[in-house]
């Protein structure tokens, strides 16, 4: 579980985040939604300490990282989560192998003789089959995503952070990580935290939403709920994303 309190960030004097408190359950899809600029990507990085925040705490499975200067303590956390960055991130130069292997070798112990198998079994859970040995530049959007995907939970991680993991592709693409999602909660149990300015995405894989407005979560709430508010900020984000209200 992942129990963030009164988490605030800052640049130069800019709040970004202002006081955020919520947990996030063990088995939950909890997804961040806001217009663009207003901290999605500041949030998620926060969580997983790639930013250090003012103030507040970020208590992963009982252990505060919220302002723990140790290395061996975030090396430990981090450990359990798996971070799929918007544009994929994967090594140019490696193989597909390679690329999914690269974990391995720094979040687990596994025997280096394992790692084919391992990586194989990865990418047949995102659909792929036959890729070991082409690069990146062999591969189609959709294709870097899974195998992005794959590398991102090689190590099995208990927590999935996404960043927009669907922006700028296209509609069969889309559908294709929502899936990905999905799946990756039902069939490993995944912990996953989802940003997006993807609302409709949002309500159709999420437990809970929150809407993230000058720097608070000004609603959280499940998809049926969330439709119905009556907060202004998400009425109108409603509305921006074409969405009626049910
Ligand atoms: N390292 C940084 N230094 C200074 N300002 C930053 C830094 N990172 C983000 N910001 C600013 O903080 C604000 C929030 O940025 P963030 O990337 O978290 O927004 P976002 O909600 O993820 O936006 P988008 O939907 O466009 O991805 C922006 O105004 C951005 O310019
Ligand atoms: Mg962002």
Known sequence: MIEIKNLSKAFSDRKILDGITVDIKDGELFSVIGPSGMGKSTFIKCVIRL????????????????????????????????????????????????????????????????????????????????????????????????????????????????????????????GMVKDLITDMREKLKITSVVVTHDLKLALEISSRVAMLYNGEFVEVSEPATFRRSENPEVKEFMEISGLSRK
């Open 51 to 174: 930013l250090r925040p003012e103030n507040g705490q970020i208590i992963v499975d009982g252990q505060d990282i919220g302002s723990t200067n140790s290395e061996f303590t975030l090396a430990r956390v981090r450990r359990s989560f798996g971070y799929l960055f918007q544009e994929g991130a994967l090594f140019d130069s490696l193989t597909v192998m390679e690329n999914v292997a690269f974990g391995l070798r720094y979040l687990t112990d596994k025997p280096r003789s394992d790692y084919p198998r391992i990586v194989k079994e990865k990418l047949a859970l995102v659909g792929l089959k036959d890729v070991e040995d082409l690069k990146p530049s062999e591969l189609s959007v959709g294709m870097k995503k899974r195998v992005s995907l794959a590398r991102s939970i090689a190590a099995e991680p208990k927590y999935m952070l996404y960043d927009e993991p669907t922006t700028g592709l296209d509609p069969v693409t889309t």
